[in-house]
């Protein structure tokens, strides 16, 4: 989901379930997509991409879903562990110059 | 793995003073960025550097911002006359050409 303001949507889980993250993104023209984690203090760290011809991309535990039709982004993360516990960013890149335009980002909670 | 550095980590700064943000990418990036995070809000794009020159700037980057990238290496960010609300977590970011993105942790802005 996404917010304004101080107000981050956070979704709680319950370690080794599974997490999906939704982001809606604004520009149709944008030809990437990038999935951030970002720490209390920290820069955004990079988890996966996946580039605008492509549907679902896998990783090590995250699968990435983007629907061109909707605009439309999601991170799946598999068996959520305590580490996972971070607020999550989706960004598009404007094909002209690169910059990245983020979402407003969702906190996840892993309990135990 | 190659880093993005960037110095210093936190800079604390008298309303109406200079201030310049440190960074040094990795060799091979051609594409340079900076972006800002007001505390508790998403990240934001400030300006694009490619071949040593500007390629866009967001409206945030007004007079009071300059970057320059003056011996090749380093990348800065310099804010003339700092505002209250030019207080922010700094992040510089790289790219090569195939898309991949690297951001730094961070230079936390403190404007009193």
């Known amino acids: 989901g996404e917010s304004v303001g101080l107000h981050l949507p956070t979704l709680s889980v319950q370690e080794g379930d599974n997490s999906i993250i939704n982001c809606a993104y604004s520009n149709s023209a944008s030809d990437y997509f990038i999935w951030y984690k970002q720490e209390s203090g920290k820069g955004p760290q990079f988890i996966i991409d996946i580039r605008s011809n492509m549907d679902k991309r896998q990783g090590q535990r995250v699968t990435v879903l983007l629907n061109k039709t909707v605009k439309h982004l999601s991170l799946q993360i598999a068996a959520t562990q305590p580490g996972d516990s971070a607020v999550y960013f989706c960004?598009?890149?404007?094909?002209?110059?690169?910059?990245?335009?983020f979402g407003a980002g969702t906190q996840v909670v892993v309990t135990p | 793995e190659p880093e993005v550095t960037q110095t210093p980590s936190h800079q604390v700064t008298q309303m109406g003073q200079e201030v310049i943000l440190r960074c040094v990418p990795i060799?091979?990036?051609?594409?340079f960025y900076w972006y800002r995070q007001i505390l508790g809000q998403k990240v934001e794009f400030l300006v694009s550097f490619y071949n040593n020159e500007i390629s866009e700037k967001s409206e945030i980057f007004d007079d009071q911002f300059s970057v320059e990238r003056p011996d090749g290496s380093n990348f800065t960010l310099k804010i003339r006359s700092t505002k209250l609300e030019d207080s922010a977590m700094y992040f510089c970011a790289g790219a090569g050409r195939n898309y991949g993105y690297t951001f730094g942790s961070g230079t936390r802005l403190t404007v009193v």
């Open positions: 060799s091979n990036h051609l594409y």
């Open positions: 960004a598009e890149k404007d094909p002209s110059w690169g910059k990245l335009q």
